[in-house]
């Protein structure tokens, strides 16, 4: 099956600054990578996704970069804000099914 | 509003006492699946299920059942709770198109003692 590895577990930024988020698949099938994000007290909620067909997708302060051949993706948050501290989990789906990485705690300080 | 509301938000029980956490979609989704969130575990898949009268396993499904009779219901029962399903639980829909986006509950905090 599918494992997805996600780095740092924690990123702390200075308000203003970029984010980046790292996150690495096995299985080259996979063909859908969404990103989640989760404030606290809540669920999990969509912010954006790419498929593999895509190489970048963008929107607004969010971004997302996908290198197929080195089976790897990231999220890119710029002019980082408060409400951007949250934790993010990065996900691959292989046949509808999506296994999540572990989660990146991000803080985001004034 | 579009939503998925599980109940209870929190729950205290001891070991062996059997429960259930209700969870109920008004989107009229087909797929409906359990994830359990564990610190550096992410969130990992309990059960699912396609439609209704159709349930499979996830990745760590011992000590769980599930039962879909109704597409929007589709509840998560603990017939002997044990300490180590000490945990954070979402349920979680979508449409039955595997790239569609996910909607959550907000969880239930679980403590077995």
């Known amino acids: 099956g599918e494992n997805v590895e996600q780095h740092p577990s924690t990123l702390s930024v200075q308000e203003g600054d970029s984010a980046v988020i790292k996150c690495t698949y096995s299985d080259s099938a996979s063909n859908y990578f969404p990103w989640y994000k989760q404030e606290l007290g809540k669920g999990p909620q969509l912010i954006i996704d790419?498929?593999?067909?895509?190489g970048e997708k963008k929107d607004q302060r969010i971004a997302v970069t996908l290198n197929k051949t080195a089976k790897h993706f990231s999220l890119h948050i710029t002019e980082t804000q408060p409400e951007d501290s949250a934790v993010y989990f990065c996900a691959g789906s292989l046949g509808g099914k999506l296994q999540f990485g572990a989660g990146t705690q991000v803080v985001v300080t004034p | 509003e579009a939503q998925v509301t599980q109940n209870p938000r929190y729950l205290i029980t001891v070991t062996g006492k059997k429960l259930t956490v209700t969870c109920s979609q008004n989107m009229n989704h087909e797929y409906m699946s359990w994830y359990r969130q564990d610190p550096g575990l992410g969130l990992r898949q309990i059960y699912y299920s396609m439609n209704v009268e159709v349930t499979d396993k996830g990745d760590v499904p011992e000590g769980y059942k599930v039962s879909r009779k109704e597409k929007r219901n589709f509840p998560l029962i603990l017939e002997s709770p044990s300490p180590n399903q000490t945990s954070l639980y979402f349920c979680?829909?979508?449409?039955?198109?595997?790239?569609?986006?996910?909607?959550f509950g907000n969880g239930t905090r679980l403590t077995v003692t």
């Open positions: 979680a829909s979508r449409t039955g198109t595997g790239t569609s986006p996910l909607h």
């Open positions: 790419i498929r593999s067909n895509v």
